[in-house]
């Protein structure tokens, strides 16, 4: 529409600087303006400005109380060079993240994929089984029951009743256990928003592009998915990878929740962790800002990666 | 076929036999250092012991041996003496028989008693004990009334004494007698604004006339009067007509509540039982000739004047009790008494609370808080009783209807007992009375209802009437009592003993969880247990059908008792099942237990009584449905314009600039407790009049955000140690050891509590962050039955925990421990930081040895890691538990009932030493009152601190939390004084006090919170993998320093290298400065060169040698010297 009015005034774009056009611009849809002010000003005021905040933050040694202090890039040297731990943390993260993130996208893919199939009523049913462990907040803890490290916890209660261990297995406080735990856990919660999404995505393609891909020779379900499906709905999957990215890389809450804080021998100690250790135990937000921001460029380099293969989908 | 029983972890040493023996090596010269060190401490220890042999040796340990729970676990009950063949065959005196005893002629050997003259009377302390002798005619059994005086020392525990005749223990229920004190609210004067309508010389007239005392204010305005003692017909009247209310209101206009003053009064006590079990006052027998009555002294001072012994007489019936009034009209008047204007309470802890629930409550305002009621939950407990006066102007007969609500025990009902008290009637003539009129009155009953009832006296079946004379003063005393409920609870009680001791029978045999697959052969070798069962089984279908019939219909807690009976039948017919069904008895105990407390707790709200004519026609419980509605509606909008967080502001609102800001971060009844404090006691204190108090409720996270913000409150109250110190040491935290009066405010607490509240600056000067609130720390909880039933006795030092963990193993039992080595730390008289804070002290030998010795608890000696304490405590597979003393305590009162009475707590067993020295100190953890930065008017802050950590207030709070909340909301106070002032048992008191004086400080230095962090690292390795306890935290000291100086270097404090101490660093900068001075110092050459050999052998006494000598050469010359040398001597001396 721009373009066309432009063409009218007869102004070409070639006559004015950058900043010109765009105020002219402005000026000329006001409204639309005014009417995403208010949620432009909220979310500038409560997303923007913390994020550039903690950029700022990161190079100074601010501890919450006191006046910060600039300290340059020493944050970013003593994360790389003097902190073994930070180290240990990506090297989780990024497990995690490998396996919780791509693991999650295709079951919530797949299952979304199956429901899809089913009658609206059932389909209803069984969405919301699978959707209830994401929204019913604090289930995971269920996990600590039945991982209990007490003897009367329900794992270790059945495997001493079956006589398959000799004593109580504290899973959640020991090393060996904690990972795979963790992971299991974070799959059983990870079918969430992206699961709707795929859902929503699944229910959104146009009915009659199956019966023209049918005329252009799709030959079985396979095709039909890759050809016409998934295009339809790259929006979701966009949006599906980067609520599985960025719960991969956040993972934290539930971790502390089940094996305390920090895990055992730093065994399920994330970047998310790190964060929290600095940050809230010693009172280093500066520090913890550094951490942030790392894990905010971690976040936006798997993003675009993401993109990337999914701009290759159906081609 | 297997019987579990706990067994080392050894399967895990076998695979590392490799690693173990490389291990045994080290260990083996571990071994010999140890021996050497262990000999040198027992030589230290002796010098030490022989220097400070002032205090009483091992007073901090428990004196208490299990034959001391010997009355407690194996006396009868009441129920047993009364079935007993000497009581059935003993008879009653005659009628009106009354042997005086005059309570001055005690005994020789009494203790803790003399003759007060101002009273006339015998005092007894709380600590005391006191016989009398008495003759008796022929052997008979006497009941027991004892006039006394109840002392105040505004403690709100009641009186508690246990009786003996002839030296011995009648029966159980006669340990625990509890005699009430009496309590009454600070009602203040009632005011009267006036409006045209209202004409001030006639309302004096009638206010006059009632006998309230009226006054016309300076200003004209209004006019106040008095509350009445003696409620009559007119006062009543006057006091519905112009809504005179009795209490404070703030500026608000809400009302609080006064707090409850103790009056002390000479009463009378009928000896009868505290839980209210049993109806009847006890009886008791006495042998022909003389005998001796021995009151003991558990719980709070009384004086005696003298004890009676009298023939207990049936009370009459209702039947019997109207005949005599045969004829006598109905009275005319009719008093509406307020119920929240009790003239006395028997407790504190039942007072006036508001009810907005009904807009028929009277009187009901929705804008205002007005206490319109009294009880409630808080009038549940047997004993409690509430009391009024009033006077009527025309004799007869009268009904007494009261708007009452019961809708906690569904259901079932509650019982009152009214007593009836005349004065100025003579004796025998018709309007007399002294106590119960008839015995229906004992068994006064109200039913469940969600909403407001309006009844008369009633049984459940009839109303009753009662005659009352004119001009004579009567006063209605209401008693909580389990009426018929008691019987059933008695009966219930002690089935579930025997079920409890039965069930420890079986456990023992067959662990926790038995394997259901197993013959046990329970007939053959415990048939007495099935028996017993079978028993059990029938009386709890006998008591069932009993409680059917008292609740008129079947309830969930009849069908509780008959689902218990099947259960046992099962098991005593199918001995097969005993095992498999374990389980489940073992939580229906709890049931049964869950059932005891609740049939003993008898709520009930009372919003007005009224003495009227049986004719008059009673007021509506309850308004119409859109009464209602409007009500709630209205309630609804009210609520966004009432005030819920200040306080304080008195009605008079003058305004001062001394106002504080005060923050608390707990839940609403705590902040309501406090602010109730802050309005009727802070403020009471001349000093502090003029403060203004704005106490906020807020999320404890707010504070840093805050104090960021330059928006902090004054004071923030409740702050952990931790965090404190941390806020502190960036400067958020004010340091309050200049305050005025510091030095004699710390001396109520702790030392070792304030030393968690300090922190050295980078000048080396210390600083006091806070003044405690709460200190809790672990205990011991035992439970003594079991120990009692195993022979086992209460341990005292860690080596009779050794002992008794074989035995209890070999019973399926567990020993209860945290993995807290500092336990072990400090009372092996190590420290957790060495070199003030500069570096972890955990790599010493006592460090590592304590360390290690924790560990093996749960590696050789299978002590499980994870636990539910209340539970494993509750079902005996842990008759030992370690842990924090409030905590399990509270638990333990709510959720554990059914084991009521057969468990303790006492301090920490300890580490004895050659000389019989038992170190059992415990380590505690403290929640502060921090003066914040910003604070505008320290003065006046600090004022807030000293008053609010100050023992009366901290014993008020503790107590007031204890009457909201119940027995389970004990508060570990850090203040000496408070901690006595609370409910706390004699015996409970006396334990904590023991192992409050024992207690050991771990300051918070930077880098602390990696301490723990890298042990529980440590410790899980040996846990899990079977490492050696010692390597792995040998493995983490390192870092553990590095992370001390990190955070050291942040704050600018001193700093060590690795692996350096102060002291060597001190000798090497010594060694430096000897160096510089060079040729200066030709002319001692020789001291130079000694002082060098002193610093290249570190030690101590060579160096405090050197220092003497440098001195005196040449103090000036050496003073760097010195310096540095002084602070190693010191260093090194703490190693």
């Known amino acids: ?315 | 076929m297997k019987i579990r029983i706990a067994r080392p972890k050894n399967f895990v040493f076998i695979k590392n036999y490799q690693e173990e023996e490389e291990l045994m090596k080290t260990t083996k010269f571990h071994r010999l250092v140890a021996l050497i060190l262990a000999f040198t401490f027992v030589i230290s220890g002796i010098v030490a012991a022989s220097a400070t042999d002032s205090v009483e040796k091992n007073h901090t340990v428990s004196d208490k041996v299990i034959a001391d729970y010997d009355n407690l676990l194996y006396a009868g009950s009441y129920e047993e003496y009364l079935s007993s063949g000497a009581f059935k065959d003993a008879k009653r005196p005659q009628e009106g028989t009354e042997i005086v005893i005059d309570a001055l002629k005690y005994e020789d050997g009494s203790t803790g008693v003399y003759v007060d003259e101002t009273l006339g009377a015998l005092y007894t302390e709380a600590q005391s004990e006191v016989t009398w002798k008495v003759n008796i005619e022929a052997a008979a059994k006497y009941a027991i009334v004892i006039d006394y005086y109840s002392v105040h020392t505004g403690k709100s525990t009641s009186i508690e004494r246990s009786l003996y005749i002839n030296g011995e223990l009648p029966f159980k229920e006669a340990l625990a007698l509890s005699i009430s004190k009496q309590w009454t609210a600070a009602y203040v004067e009632g005011e009267i604004t006036l409006t045209k309508k209202l004409n001030a010389n006639t309302i004096i007239a009638e206010l006059e006339e009632a006998g309230m005392a009226p006054k016309l204010s300076e200003n004209g305005k209004s006019i106040s009067c008095v509350i009445p003692n003696v409620w009559n017909e007119k006062s009543a009247a006057l006091v519905d007509k112009y809504d005179i209310r009795f209490f404070n209101t703030d500026n608000n206009g809400d009302e609080y509540r006064s707090s409850s003053t103790q009056m002390p009064t000479w009463d009378k006590y009928y000896v009868k039982d505290g839980s209210g079990y049993y109806n009847n006052y006890f009886e008791f027998l006495f042998k022909q000739g003389e005998n001796t009555i021995t009151l003991k002294g558990i719980n709070e001072p009384m004086a005696i004047k003298k004890v009676t012994l009298y023939a207990l007489k049936d009370h009459i019936s209702y039947d019997e009790y109207i005949k005599q009034f045969e004829g006598i009209p109905e009275g005319k008047d009719k008093i509406k008494i307020e119920a929240e204007y009790a003239g006395f309470t028997s407790t504190n802890s039942v007072y006036p609370d508001e009810d907005r629930t009904s807009p028929v409550t009277s009187p009901v305002d929705v804008k205002h808080r007005l206490l319109n009621t009294i009880g409630g939950e808080k009038w549940a407990t047997a004993g409690q009783w509430v009391q009024y006066s009033f006077e009527v102007g025309s004799s007869g007969m009268y009904d007494i209807v009261s708007r009452v609500r019961q809708n906690v025990l569904d259901g079932m009902y509650v019982c009152r007992a009214l007593y009836v008290y005349s004065d100025g009637a003579a004796e025998g003539s018709l309007g007399y009375y002294n106590g119960i009129p008839f015995e229906e009155c004992s068994r006064l009953r109200y039913n469940y209802n969600t909403k407001w009832q309006v009844t008369s006296l009633t049984d459940g079946t009839d109303n009753f009437l009662l005659y009352f004379e004119e001009g004579v003063k009567y006063t209605l005393r209401f008693e909580v009592v389990l009426g018929s409920m008691g019987d059933i609870v008695v009966k219930v009680q002690d089935i579930l003993n025997t079920i409890n001791a039965d069930y420890l029978k079986i456990i023992k045999l067959t662990g926790t969880s038995p394997d259901s697959y197993t013959d046990y052969d329970f007939p053959r070798r415990m048939p007495e247990v099935l028996d017993s069962f079978k028993e059990c089984s029938e009386r709890l279908d006998e008591v069932s059908k009993e409680l059917k019939k008292t609740a008129g219909s079947s309830s969930s807690n009849a069908a509780t008792l008959d689902k218990v009976s099947d259960l046992l039948h099962t098991m005593a017919y199918k001995h097969r099942k005993v095992a498999s069904k374990l389980d489940t008895l073992k939580s229906y105990m709890g049931t049964i237990g869950t059932f005891i407390s609740d049939a003993q707790t008898q709520p009930l709200q009372m919003d007005y009584i009224i003495i009227q004519g049986e004719s008059v026609k009673n007021p509506k419980a309850n308004s119409n449905f859109f009464a209602s509605l409007w009500h709630e509606i209205s309630n609804f909008f009210m609520s966004f314009f009432r005030d819920y967080d200040t306080s304080n502001t008195e009605s008079d609102g003058t305004q001062t600039n001394d106002s504080i800001e005060v923050w608390i971060a707990t839940a609403r009844d705590q902040y309501n407790v406090v602010r109730n404090l802050v309005t009727n006691d802070f403020r009471a204190i001349e000093e502090n009049k003029n403060t203004n108090v704005n106490l906020k409720l807020v999320a404890g996270s707010t504070l840093l955000p805050s104090i960021l913000a330059n928006k902090g409150p004054d004071v923030f109250l409740g702050l952990d140690q931790a965090t404190a110190i941390n806020y502190a040491i960036r400067g958020a935290i004010l340091p309050i050891e200049d305050m005025e009066g510091f030095d004699e405010t710390v001396k109520s607490f702790n030392e070792s509590a304030m030393i968690t509240l300090q922190m050295d600056d980078k000048y080396g000067v210390k600083h006091t962050y806070g003044l405690p609130e709460t200190q809790s720390f672990p205990m011991m909880f035992v439970r003594v039955d079991i120990l009692s039933n195993l022979g086992i006795e209460i341990p005292k030092t860690w080596n009779d925990i050794y002992a008794a963990i074989t035995d209890l193993q070999a019973n399926n039992m567990q020993i209860g421990y945290t993995i807290d080595y500092k336990i072990f730390l400090y009372q092996m008289g190590g420290e957790l930081f060495a070199d003030n804070g500069m570096r972890i002290n955990l790599d010493s030998k006592v460090g590592l040895e304590a360390f290690e010795k924790t560990c093996d608890f749960f590696t050789q000696y299978s002590f499980p890691y994870t636990y539910d304490a209340a539970n494993r405590f509750r079902t005996g597979e842990m008759p030992i538990i370690i842990s924090d003393y409030t905590t399990l305590y509270n638990t333990l009162k709510v959720f554990a009932t059914e084991i009521d009475g057969s468990w303790t707590f006492m301090p920490l067993p300890g580490i004895e030493d050659a000389e019989g020295n038992i170190n059992n100190c415990s380590v505690s953890t403290v929640m502060a009152s921090v003066m914040v930065n910003g604070c505008k008017n320290k003065e006046r802050a600090w004022d807030y601190m000293q008053w609010y950590t100050g023992a009366q207030t901290q014993a008020s709070f503790a107590n007031e939390m204890v009457a909201i909340l119940g027995d389970s909301a004990k508060q570990p106070a850090a203040n000496r004084g408070a901690l006595e002032l609370m409910t706390w048992s004699a015996d409970e008191l006396e334990e904590v006090k023991r192992q409050f004086d024992n207690l050991a400080a771990i300051p918070n230095y930077p880098g602390s919170y990696y301490i723990d962090r890298y042990t529980k690292f440590a410790f899980l390795e040996a846990y899990n993998n079977g490492a050696n306890p010692v390597t792995s935290l040998q493995a983490y000291i390192d870092d553990i320093n590095n992370e001390i100086t990190r955070k050291r270097k942040e704050f600018e404090l001193e700093t060590l290298a690795l692996n350096e101490t102060l002291a060597s660093k001190r000798l090497a900068q010594a060694q430096d400065e000897l160096d510089k001075i060079g040729s200066a110092g030709n002319a001692h050459a020789a001291l130079i060169q000694s002082t060098e050999s002193a610093i290249a052998r570190s030690n101590e006494k060579l160096l405090r040698a050197s220092i003497a000598d440098l001195k005196a050469a040449d103090a000036a010359l050496f003073a760097k010297v010195i310096g540095y040398l002084t602070d190693a001597a010191d260093a090194l001396a703490t190693y």
């Open chain 1, 1 to 315: 529409m721009s373009k066309k009015t432009a063409e009218v005034k007869a102004v070409s774009r070639k006559d004015m600087t950058r900043l010109q056009w765009t105020w002219k611009e402005m000026k000329r849809n006001k409204v639309a303006y005014l009417m995403i002010a208010p949620y432009f000003f909220i979310f500038a005021l409560f997303t923007v400005v913390p994020v550039v905040v903690s950029i700022f933050v990161s190079f100074t040694d601010f501890d919450n109380l006191n006046p910060p202090g600039w300290v340059g890039i020493q944050n970013y040297v003593d994360l790389f060079f003097n902190d073994e731990i930070f180290l240990l943390s990506i090297k989780n993260t990024f497990v995690f993240a490998v396996i919780v993130g791509p693991v999650s996208y295709l079951l919530s893919f797949l299952v979304a994929w199956f429901i899809n199939e089913l009658s609206p009523k059932v389909r209803a049913i069984v969405t919301l089984i699978f959707y209830a462990p994401s929204i019913s907040g604090q289930a995971y803890t269920i996990w600590g029951v039945l991982f209990g490290a007490d003897s009367y916890g329900w794992v270790n209660a059945t495997l001493l009743e079956l006589g398959l261990i000799e004593s109580e297995i504290a899973w959640f406080q020991d090393a060996a256990y904690v990972m795979p735990l963790c992971i299991v856990v974070a799959l059983w919660t990870s079918l969430g928003t992206a699961f709707l999404s795929f859902i929503a995505g699944l229910q959104g393609v146009d009915r009659s592009l199956y019966e023209a891909g049918a005329v252009d020779g799709i030959r079985n379900r396979w095709q039909e998915l890759w050809f016409i499906t998934l295009p339809s709905m790259k929006p979701q999957l966009m949006f599906g990878a980067i609520m599985a990215i960025t719960g991969s890389f956040g993972f934290g809450a539930v971790v502390t929740a089940l094996c305390g804080f920090p895990s055992v021998s730093y065994a399920a100690h994330t970047i998310m962790h790190h964060l929290e250790d600095y940050g809230g135990q010693r009172y280093e937000t500066g520090y913890s800002s550094a951490i942030a921001v790392i894990l905010f460029l971690m976040m936006m380099g798997a993003n675009y990666a993401v993109k990337k293969m999914i701009s290759k989908v159906g081609s």
